[in-house]
């Protein structure tokens, strides 16, 4: 549910710049989506399994929050980057 969440106000805050910027909102929008979900994915099916691993060996740790939530850190961190590149200032 907060992937989600996060997902959806990423999608808006790219959408706000685009049309602050003078660029098109929708493709804007879709590409900070992209930006957010394609790390996700990839962070899902390649580190947590190995995450998951590690926890049955200890759990009810804090490193069980970590597990469960490293893939929103990991895709909002990735858009946060995209976003900060793609409507970055041109020098003069």
């Given at each position: 549910?907060?992937g989600t969440i996060i997902?959806v106000l990423i999608i ?30 990839v962070w899902t099916f ?47």
């Amino acid at each position: 549910m907060i992937g989600t969440i996060i997902a959806v106000l990423i999608i808006y805050w790219f959408y706000k710049s685009a049309e602050a910027a003078g660029k098109d909102p929708l493709s804007s929008a879709v590409q900070g989506f992209l930006s957010y979900l394609i790390p996700c994915v990839v962070w899902t099916f390649t580190i947590t399994p190995g995450l998951r691993d590690a926890l049955a060996h200890n759990p009810g740790t804090l490193f069980g929050l970590f597990v469960n939530y490293a893939y929103i850190l990991v895709g909002a961190a990735c858009a946060i980057g995209v976003k900060f590149m793609y409507f970055k200032k041109p020098e003069p």
